[in-house]
């Protein structure tokens, strides 16, 4: 009998689990929850649960890792589109889901850029990617339009650790050049 309570018990508490420390990237902006869900689409909820809306279609696009401007106005997120050679770019739409538009590239051919993070005045996107050349990830600075595009990062700055993230690799970065410089408007 034990044995069975016991299986019973892990078939109540491991979805519960996998749910709480899977791979799925939430944020919270005026009461709303945005987040990336199955077959790469984006989707929107209040935070009790309800009005759950999609913002992307997925398909042969698949939409991960959105995160809020500060001013709430904006999602910036990383798009793999299938069939453009394994590159995935960020983009940037209007909190509603309308008008996504590229500020980043792949070139050079299959670049990876993920994690976008906004700068606190929402003009900037910092994000990780290996347009640096050999795979090896960077972290990288563009304005919201995809315009003024900067490396942050050099491999030669990097503790080599782990997989890194823009939140996750600014903890391990020994110098980097000027980022107070280089994220503020001013």
């Known amino acids: 009998m034990k044995c069975v309570r016991f299986f019973f018990t892990l078939l109540m508490v491991l979805p519960a689990v996998l749910v709480l420390c899977g791979s799925i990237h939430a944020q919270t902006n005026s009461g709303k929850i945005i987040f990336s869900g199955e077959f790469g689409r984006l989707l929107?909820?209040?935070?009790?649960?309800?009005?759950?809306?999609?913002?992307?279609?997925?398909?042969?696009?698949?939409?991960?890792?959105?995160?809020?401007s500060p001013g709430g106005?904006?999602?910036?997120?990383?798009?793999?589109?299938?069939?453009?050679?394994?590159?995935?770019?960020?983009?940037?739409?209007?909190?509603?889901g309308t008008n996504p538009v590229a500020v980043t590239?792949?070139?050079?051919?299959?670049?990876?850029?993920?994690?976008?993070?906004?700068?606190p005045d929402g003009l900037k996107?910092?994000?990780?990617?290996?347009?640096?050349?050999?795979?090896?990830?960077?972290i990288w600075v563009v304005n919201a339009d995809g315009s003024g595009l900067v490396r942050l990062t050099t491999r030669s700055t990097l503790l080599q650790t782990g997989h890194p993230t823009v939140k996750g690799l600014l903890s391990s970065v020994t110098t980097i050049p000027a980022p107070t410089d280089v994220l503020s408007t001013s």
């Not at 999609?54 to 696009?61: D, E, H, P, W």
């Not at 299938?82 to 770019?89: E, L, P, T």
């Not at 850029?113 to 906004?118: F, H």
Request: glycine fraction near 12%; charge should be negative.
């Open 125 to 138: 996107l910092a994000f990780v990617s290996d347009r640096g050349g050999n795979r090896k990830k960077e």
């Open 105 to 119: 590239s792949s070139v050079p051919n299959n670049t990876l850029n993920s994690d976008p993070t906004w700068s």
């Open 44 to 68: 929107i909820i209040n935070a009790d649960g309800t009005g759950q809306t999609f913002l992307t279609s997925g398909g042969s696009n698949l939409d991960a890792n959105p995160v809020y």
């Open 73 to 96: 106005s904006k999602i910036a997120f990383d798009r793999n589109i299938i069939g453009a050679g394994g590159a995935i770019n960020i983009f940037v739409m209007n909190a509603d």
